[in-house]
């Protein structure tokens, strides 16, 4: 009797606990709803289009706590499909966010929702994964916090007040039309910077023999990044001030977690404290035993928590972020007063960066494997990169340090720290308070990868293979992939894995510190290791969005994953190697006093179809229309076989003929030919032509165009053995404009503006 008249007592127990339960799970539930939509921006003096993302750039600063559950609702109010990816986030394959990998792109006017756990805690940021939308606007941070019961609650540090900061870089050209400007070779960022290191800034710096080497081996010019950017920002301005946290006045003594992302398109900075030295405490989200350096650069899309302190009252120091090349900075003041800057990097020496890049390069365009010199990131490559890191670029490096010593044999001649008195973080400092170690028992997959690349012709990829020609890689879940990587491209490459923390294998042992970027140098060997067990799609890919975009990607396949937003996986797969080898356009024209005279090419990373025209303006002068379908071939892309058809008309008069240096003979007024043919690069970029027509003629020609005689002033020229030569001066006014003198065989001399698109 007494046990049922408990019954209703437990009932309304159980009740309780369900209710209870239930609010408990709504609590952890952390909604957000994101409007993606054009805006019009005026960041450096021109209005411009850009995304926002409710109404700002950047995105929402999205924050989590472990152990929460994330419903993030994204409205697509564009006129174009997009995507959000939650970089360096552990979640299911299928909200990984890459269009045509983990999900159809989110159509325009649909909605789509997100929704994962967090099941870990760091710095962290999310954007667009859809073309080039991360440039324009779409990128913010993404910060999960950790519990307070953590185990490994750090005091002194998790208890920081802290600060997300994000960032990124502005630029008023269209990312599309900079996309196509790199695929063409067009130098005009290289003018902006003040980094095109012609044969006249080569003699004024005494480094003409540099130059001619340089280009010897078929180098064009050193540059350290790829694109000029109008205006450089953090939080989306260009200078900020912080002056209190949570109301909190900022005073001397007072320590700040500065939680920063680098979510630029391409950009790499310096990051610089005027209050002293910073702290570093974490790393793309992973903790670190702190470390104290002077300075260090955030490669693109990495993440570091840095600690700093307010040495004094009334004053506000300057975190000044600086990009790779110099030539941009945002400025962010931390306290209250008198704003204390710190001094401004000194200008990059290029002609020094171009030398140790000619020690470094092959005549056949490899570099020089230095075995475990440039392993396990014990070497800081940046002494290469960067040669003034020990030095002001207008005065002598001082190698009073080293006299008597032989400098290439030298142990610390790639040690930064060694050499100078500035302490500069490099990735074998870094090391993880616990132990990285992964399963002794699970079986290991090892993979190779050459990081391979033509600056030339802006094509990037992975042992010479863009994504559009390889297969995805399977791997078995439960695997350990260990991958070396070495980097034979003259550019270095923040190496980014989707859904997965590595290890970094640095020295540390059991303690290696945990990732998901590796910035990897040129001629650097490092190795990653991690433990496939979250099946599913995943992407690994080079974060400079426009190397991405040509085709240095791989997808490692875990396990046989059903993905339910892809019933056609082969389908989707095809649809994202076609994004890696867009073809590309340009034009230019010459409008001459002598006549008229252009070229205009469609291309991707391995065909080229392009056409070249000469029209006089009289029956004498004749026009002439000279088609090449080729295909490139080889590591450095330097030879291109072709099946060419030339048109062309002169009227040559009774009993006159053109005669080549073979003793062949044109008597036709019009002459209409099939050829094959091929072009091959030579030392010193000249390209050498070798064509013969249906008829049997033969033509052999040498032709360079682009010399940088100086900053703005390019030559050119072209003779083959129809015994016809052009000689060509162009004075570059903007990327689209030039002044044009040449003169040609056929059609004498001309002036003219010269149109390049």
Known sequence: MNRYNKIPIRILQTVLILLCTQTLFAQRVVHYELYVKDTLVNYAGKQKRAIAVNGQIPMPTLTFTEGDTAEIVVHNQLKESTSLHWHGVFLPNKEDGVPWLTQKPIAPGTTYTYRFPIIQHGTH??????????????????????????????????????????????????PDNINRMLHNANDWAAI???????????????????????????????????????????????????????????????KVRLRVSNGGASSYFWLRYAGGKITVVANDGNDVEPVEVDRLIIAVSETYDIVVTIPQDGLAYEFLATTEDRTQSASYFIGDGVKQLISPLPRLKYFEGM???????????????????????????????????????????????HEGMDMDNDANRYNAN??????????????????????????????????????NRYVW?????????????????????????YNNSMMRHPMHLHGFDF?????????????????????????????????????????????????????????????????DKAKAYKELQRESNMPHFMAQNDFATNGNDGEAMLMNARYQLGTEWRLGYNDMDGYEVETHLGRYIGKMQWF????????????????????????????KDTRRQFSLGFIYTLPMLVNFQAEVYHDGIVRLQLMREDIPISKRLRGGFMVNTD????????????????????YDSDMGFGVGLALTY
């Not at 750090?154 to 050209?173: H, M, Q």
């Not at 890049?357 to 440039?374: I, V």
Request: aromatic share 8%; proline share 4%.
């Open 640 to 667: 291109m076989p072709f099946i060419g058809f030339d048109w062309r008309y002169r009227r040559l008069g009774i009993d006159q003929h053109e005669k080549n240096l073979f003793g062949q003979r044109n008597e």
């Open 192 to 254: 902006k910077k003040g980094a095109t290191q012609s044969y006249v800034e080569a003699i004024k710096e005494g480094k003409l023999g540099v130059k001619v080497k340089n280009e010897w081996k078929r180098m064009l010019a050193m540059d350290v990044s790829d694109v000029y950017y109008d205006k450089i920002l953090i939080n989306g301005s260009h200078s900020t001030d912080l002056k209190t946290i949570d109301s909190k006045k900022l005073k001397a003594g007072d």
């Open 418 to 455: 060694a050499l100078g008195d500035i302490k500069t973080l490099n990735y074998a400092m870094l090391q993880s308070p616990y132990n990285t170690s992964l399963p002794n028992d699970a079986p290991v997959k090892e993979l190779k990868f050459t990081l391979t690349g033509n600056m």
């Open 461 to 485: 990829s992975m042992d010479n293979k863009i994504l559009s020609e390889t297969d995805k890689i399977p791997v078995k879940k439960g695997e350990i992939l260990r991958i070396t990587i």
């Open 355 to 401: 030398k140790m890049m000619n020690d470094m390069m092959k005549m056949n365009g490899d570099l020089n494997d230095m075995g475990m010199k440039m392993s396990l990131n014990q070497m800081d490559m940046n002494v290469v990169m960067y040669p003034e890191i020990t030095g002001d670029a207008t005065k002598k490096a001082d190698h009073s340090k």
């Open 125 to 174: 940021w999310y954007h667009s994964h859809s073309g080039l939308q991360e440039q324009i606007g779409m990128y913010g941070s993404f910060i999960m916090k950790k519990r307070s019961d953590d185990k490994t609650f750090r005091k002194g540090i998790d208890d920081l007040p802290t600060v997300p900061i994000i960032l990124s870089e502005w630029t008023n050209l269209n």
């Open 723 to 742: 015994f016809e030569y052009m000689a060509e001066l162009r004075y570059i006014i903007n990327k689209n404009i030039g002044i044009r003198t040449h």
């Open 503 to 567: 290890r970094v294998i640095n020295g540390k042992g059991e303690k290696s510190p945990l990732k998901n970027v590796l910035d990897i140098m040129p001629m650097e060997i490092d190795t990653i290791e991690f433990l496939a067990n979250e099946e599913g799609d995943w992407f690994f890919h080079c974060h400079i969005l426009y190397h991405m975009m040509a085709g240095m990607n791989r997808v490692f396949e875990v396990g046989d994953y059903n993905n339910p937003y892809l019933p």
